[in-house]
């Protein structure tokens, strides 16, 4: 199955063995997302192509719009982060 991996340019310690596990975590099901250790949805996620075309809206509506909303129908498998690798770099954190 054709799969898309969407990731944040500001993750710096997303390897490939966190890819891996998205694309193994992915089997069966829409897609998989990292989530860091307070459960919350990292943008580093593996998506079923078919899955996203079939929910994704017109070239008209796609101006704008949220990527959660985009997200919401998917069955999207939470793969929880290792170490450091959920963290990004867009603070002075």
């Not at 990292?42 to 075309?53: H, M």
Request: proline share 8%.
């Amino acid at each position: 199955t054709p799969t898309l991996v969407v990731l944040a340019v500001d993750m710096p310690h997303v390897t490939p063995w966190t890819l891996r596990r998205l694309h193994e975590a992915a089997a069966g099901r829409d897609g998989a997302a990292l989530h860091d250790p307070d459960g919350r949805r990292q943008l580093a996620l593996v998506l079923d192509v078919a899955r996203l075309d079939a929910v994704r809206p017109g070239h008209e509506e796609q101006h704008g719009a949220a990527l959660h909303r985009l997200l919401a129908p998917l069955d999207l498998a939470a793969v929880p982060a290792e170490g450091r690798e959920h963290r990004d770099l867009d603070s002075w954190a």
